[in-house]
């Protein structure tokens, strides 16, 4: 496989990616963070790193935007909930 196939598959499965993460509404970063170790911030923020190294300049909430399908604060009062206790003991006992 030449490097623009495999460039355009990646590219694919990511976006295949993101707009599962937008359907799954559900899915609270904080327990993709205590599952997966990434969420979907962490995502956003790959994101822009990647437009930075290509000199690109990006704000990290015009990342969290693209990334989302909204602005941050927008997507956050229609779909993140409360963390549950359990869920900010174990982030806190595996990223604090």
């Not at 993460?21 to 904080?30: F, H, M, P, S």
């Amino acid at each position: 496989m030449d490097d623009a196939t495999r460039t355009e598959l990646e590219a694919a499965a990511f976006r295949r990616l993101r707009d599962h993460l937008r359907e799954r509404t559900d899915v609270q970063n904080i327990d993709m963070m205590n599952l997966a170790g990434f969420c979907r911030n962490c995502l956003s923020r790959w994101y822009q790193e990647a437009a930075a190294e290509r000199g690109i300049e990006m704000t990290k909430d015009e990342g969290r935007e693209i990334f989302y399908g909204m602005p941050y604060d927008e997507w956050r009062a229609r779909h993140q909930t409360e963390a549950s206790d359990e869920s900010r003991a174990a982030f806190a006992k595996s990223h604090g």
